[in-house]
């Protein structure tokens, strides 16, 4: 996984060292009421590094990204792929949370830039098309 990392933070002109943590759901829904005031359990968070003041760092940090192992595995197999293979979906998707996009408010930037990185690292299909995939599944559904 931290070659993976190195690479996906390289396709993603990401500088800087990242922390990853893979987690629990209890965990990740921890840290997601704490920080984002959901109470629920979540495959990836990512946390920014702020900026420090007066010093001189000598190397930036990019940020931390907590996944769960636990929907991680769930994910995958609905998937049908490894988990190995789901884990890196989501590193890469929190890559791109630590980079500035936000999937929720950049009118499909950061979908359209995951696509070109998921098929440059051979990654199959990214945690906002399956979204987006389930919405037109369900719309089509309705009579």
Known sequence: MG????QAQDAAKL???VTVLLTTDATIRDLNRRFRG????TDVLSFPAKPLQNTKP????????????ETARKQAAEQG???GVELRVLILHGLLHLAG?????????MQRRERQ???KLELPLGLI???????????????
């Not at 070659?3 to 190195?6: K, N, Q, S």
């Not at 098309?129 to 009579?143: A, I």
């Open 81 to 83: 792929h490894a988990l």
């Open 117 to 119: 990185l998921r098929a």
């Open 101 to 109: 996009y936000d999937h929720e408010t950049d009118a499909g930037r």
């Open 58 to 69: 000598v190397e930036r940090v990019a940020g931390d990204v907590a996944i769960s192992v």
């Open 129 to 143: 098309e399956r979204v987006s995939v389930k919405r037109t599944k369900t719309r089509r559904r309705k009579p």
């Open 15 to 17: 500088s800087g060292q």
């Open 3 to 6: 070659r993976f990392l190195a």
């Open 38 to 41: 959901k109470d629920e359990a």
